[in-house]
């Protein structure tokens, strides 16, 4: 789940990004409590298998700490993205298009098949974690982000 701290995290990675400001690794990986990491890569395995979950974190290695906050931001912008298009329904082509952006961004932890996505969906409602961090942005957006992906992965071709 997503705290404040994680939030202002964000926020300085976005800025040091865009030259306004510098951070040391430290500050960049603030508001990442390393205990949380690990719980969740536990509860990885068990859904997904070891193998899974090793290769994306190895791949997650790979990255540098600037890789690892620029996905880290776009992720956050895509679920404000996703929060401020629910009006426009899930089906809509500019809802899809984030959910077609969504996928694409995940490509940065492992290869997502079509039910792998339609199981995130699910994850981000089933789990409360999940469902608490994205329902920070609107309380409704779990459920419309799991139609959303649904929706996609049925048109996906």
Avoid at 12 to 40: H, P, V
Avoid at 133 to 143: C, F, Q, R, T, V
């Amino acid at each position: 789940m997503i705290d404040l701290k994680l939030i202002q995290t964000v926020d300085k990675t976005i800025a040091r990004l865009n030259g306004e400001s510098k951070m040391s690794d430290q500050e960049l990986f603030a508001g990442f409590d390393e205990e949380k990491q690990k719980e969740y890569a536990d509860q990885a395995r068990q859904r997904w298998g070891s193998q899974a979950v090793d290769a994306s974190l190895k791949r997650w290695g790979k990255y540098s700490a600037a890789q690892k906050a620029q996905i880290i931001a776009e992720g956050e912008a895509i679920r404000r993205d996703l929060a401020a298009n629910m009006r426009a329904g899930f089906d809509s082509p500019a809802v899809q298009q984030i959910v077609a952006h969504w996928h694409q961004h995940m490509k940065n932890f492992y290869e997502p098949s079509i039910e792998r996505l339609r199981g995130l969906g699910n994850l981000y409602v089933d789990d409360p974690d999940f469902r608490a961090n994205y329902a920070k942005l609107d309380p409704g957006l779990p459920e419309f982000f799991r139609d959303a992906i649904e929706f996609y992965c049925n048109h996906k071709k």
